[in-house]
């Protein structure tokens, strides 16, 4: 049965699910084990901190250890790839299901995860949307490509077109200029999405996290804060007006006054590993709004 994290906020009024992404970059099997400790357990821990700690305003905030998929399981495309990410997923949705009894019926759901942790959050919102009809007030799938004609119709969703809409999904991945995104979309476009279409480039989802709205462009005076890291990533601090973003093809396109953020900008400018950093104070008052906007719907 996989483990749980509960980062304790005792007087918040929703409760949210939080998926971390890949953090076993080992050879030595398909899935990491469930007690996986030294630098896995450490860069969990990282990503949780820093990730799911935006939305600790309004909420509880859960982290389920999970068998995660290695890795070289996103590297190759045969069977036993893809046995590793449904055995992940379905530690995942073991995982929500537990969750999801301890919470009094009544109580909003936020949903979030970054990049392997978003994938399988996209398959559970597919195939728990009746547990959740009514009490989703948003679901954060950042750094993992979605299609809005292929994806989200499966999960009875829509893309988030507002900053107060509720019950709807945002996304985003972030690059930088000069971006080259051809790793992303070579492996994605063409690919079957949850409802069996194919997936198009042009139906890429992309949020701006600084507006709350699908698509469009926001200067950098929007952002309410950029979490920057010190050298040994154990203390941060939030420098708000730093980075604007505009999405743009599917991609959101970061520009400003980008502060280092450390070693892990990936080929082709790809901020991936910081999609939630670049934007963790939006993000955080996006969680506040839509959760006051759920609550006098």
């Given at each position: 049965?996989?483990e749980?994290v509960l980062?304790?906020?005792?007087?918040?009024v929703?409760?949210?699910?939080?998926?971390?992404?890949?953090t076993?970059?080992?050879?030595?099997?398909?899935?990491?084990?469930?007690?996986?400790?030294?630098?896995?357990?450490r860069r969990?821990?990282?990503?949780v901190?820093?990730?799911?700690?935006?939305f600790?305003?309004?909420?509880?905030?859960?982290?389920?250890?999970?068998?995660?998929?290695a890795y070289?399981a996103?590297?190759?495309?045969?069977?036993?790839?893809?046995?590793?990410?449904?055995?992940a997923?379905?530690?995942v949705?073991?995982?929500?299901?537990?969750?999801?009894q301890?919470?009094p019926?009544?109580?909003p759901?936020i949903l979030?995860?970054?990049?392997q942790?978003?994938?399988?959050?996209?398959?559970?919102?597919?195939?728990?949307?009746?547990a959740l009809?009514?009490r989703?007030v948003?679901?954060?799938?950042?750094?993992?490509p979605?299609?809005?004609?292929?994806?989200l119709p499966?999960m009875g969703?829509?893309?988030c077109?507002?900053?107060?809409?509720v019950?709807?999904?945002?996304?985003w991945?972030?690059?930088?200029?000069?971006?080259?995104?051809?790793?992303?979309?070579?492996?994605?476009?063409g690919?079957?999405?949850?409802?069996?279409?194919e997936?198009?480039?042009?139906?890429m989802?992309c949020?701006n996290p600084?507006?709350?709205s699908?698509?469009g462009?926001?200067?950098r005076?929007?952002?309410?804060?950029?979490?920057?890291?010190?050298?040994?990533?154990?203390?941060?601090?939030?420098?708000?007006s730093?980075?604007?973003?505009?999405?743009?093809?599917?991609?959101?396109?970061?520009?400003g006054?980008?502060?280092?953020?450390?070693?892990?900008?990936?080929?082709?400018?790809?901020?991936?590993?910081?999609?939630y950093?670049l934007?963790w104070?939006?993000?955080?008052?996006?969680?506040?709004?839509?959760?006051?906007a759920?609550?006098?719907?």
């Amino acid at each position: 049965m996989p483990e749980g994290v509960l980062l304790t906020r005792p007087a918040q009024v929703a409760a949210t699910f939080y998926v971390h992404p890949t953090t076993y970059l080992e050879r030595d099997r398909w899935n990491a084990p469930i007690d996986a400790d030294g630098d896995p357990a450490r860069r969990a821990s990282l990503f949780v901190e820093s990730q799911a700690s935006a939305f600790n305003g309004v909420s509880n905030a859960w982290a389920p250890k999970y068998r995660q998929a290695a890795y070289g399981a996103f590297l190759l495309t045969d069977e036993d790839a893809s046995k590793a990410l449904d055995l992940a997923y379905r530690d995942v949705l073991a995982a929500f299901d537990a969750f999801l009894q301890t919470q009094p019926a009544d109580r909003p759901i936020i949903l979030a995860g970054h990049s392997q942790g978003s994938l399988h959050l996209s398959r559970l919102l597919a195939d728990r949307k009746d547990a959740l009809k009514g009490r989703l007030v948003a679901a954060y799938l950042v750094g993992w490509p979605l299609s809005v004609s292929a994806d989200l119709p499966a999960m009875g969703l829509s893309a988030c077109a507002r900053p107060d809409e509720v019950g709807c999904v945002l996304s985003w991945q972030s690059f930088a200029e000069p971006a080259n995104p051809s790793l992303v979309t070579k492996a994605w476009v063409g690919t079957r999405g949850l409802n069996g279409k194919e997936r198009q480039r042009e139906d890429m989802l992309c949020t701006n996290p600084l507006t709350g709205s699908k698509d469009g462009s926001a200067d950098r005076s929007t952002n309410k804060g950029t979490l920057v890291p010190d050298g040994n990533f154990a203390k941060a601090k939030l420098e708000p007006s730093r980075i604007g973003a505009r999405c743009d093809r599917g991609f959101l396109k970061i520009e400003g006054d980008i502060p280092n953020l450390g070693p892990y900008v990936l080929p082709g400018n790809n901020y991936h590993v910081y999609d939630y950093a670049l934007f963790w104070g939006s993000v955080r008052a996006d969680a506040e709004r839509r959760l006051a906007a759920w609550q006098t719907r």
